[in-house]
């Protein structure tokens, strides 16, 4: 199983809660994809992030055709125009 979670400082707050819901909306509709969770920082702080996805993938492989879905794909401009900075780990368990 792989573990994918991508953190993003956002340019406006406000964003963060259609890019929680266009994320959410994956859930069930890629293959390989199990578990998928978005959530949105409440603290604040200045090392805060905004925003963060935490996903569990089936393999390596399914991590990358979860990335190149053409439903995930659709997510990215949006996510890409709403972020300042973004962080992103991968790890298998």
Do not use: N
């Amino acid at each position: 199983m792989v573990k994918h979670i991508v953190m993003w400082k956002l340019r406006d707050k406000r964003d963060a809660a259609e890019i929680k819901a266009r994320l959410e909306a994956l859930d069930g509709k890629i293959p390989g994809l199990i578990k998928i969770e978005v959530g949105i920082d409440f603290l604040e702080s200045e090392q805060s992030a905004d925003v963060v996805l935490y996903s569990e993938l089936a393999s390596r492989e399914a991590l990358d055709a979860y990335q190149a879905h053409p439903e995930h794909v659709a997510v990215i401009p949006l996510v890409k125009g709403a972020a300042v900075s973004r962080t992103v780990v991968d790890y298998e368990v």
